[in-house]
């Protein structure tokens, strides 16, 4: 079992920035990828960018390639997505996943809210 909690989110005006933080625990080790999602009101969730624990490579929807950047910190078990110049549009539930057991289990965190407003 993995657990997730994600943390960062909040309210900010169109332009600025904010940092997502996810924690793991458990099962740590048979985490072979992690990434974000968002589902913004009346839509379906989608991927926002995903990273490979093993190797380190990382993977970006085309929109938000040079705005947002996935990262981890090994020590602290964390995986943050830092979003820069961030818009309206950008409000949504972000979503921490983790995919494990090469691939045969999807964890989930519990959603943070994003919203990007003057």
């Known amino acids: 079992q993995v657990q997730l909690v994600e943390s960062g989110g909040g309210l900010v005006q169109p332009g600025g920035s904010l940092r997502l933080s996810c924690a793991a625990s458990g099962s740590i080790l048979s985490i072979n990828a992690m990434g974000w999602y968002r589902q913004a009101p009346g839509k379906q969730r989608e991927l926002v960018a995903t990273?490979?624990?093993?190797?380190?490579?990382?993977y970006y929807v085309e929109s938000m390639k040079g705005r947002f950047t996935i990262s981890r910190d090994n020590a602290k078990n964390t995986v943050y997505l830092q979003m820069n110049s961030l818009k309206p549009e950008d409000t949504a539930l972000y979503y921490c996943?983790?995919?494990?057991?090469?691939?045969?289990?999807?964890?989930w965190g519990q959603g943070i809210q994003v919203t990007v407003s003057s």
């Open positions: 990273l490979n624990t093993r190797g380190g490579g990382t």
């Open positions: 996943k983790a995919v494990a057991g090469q691939g045969r289990y999807d964890y």
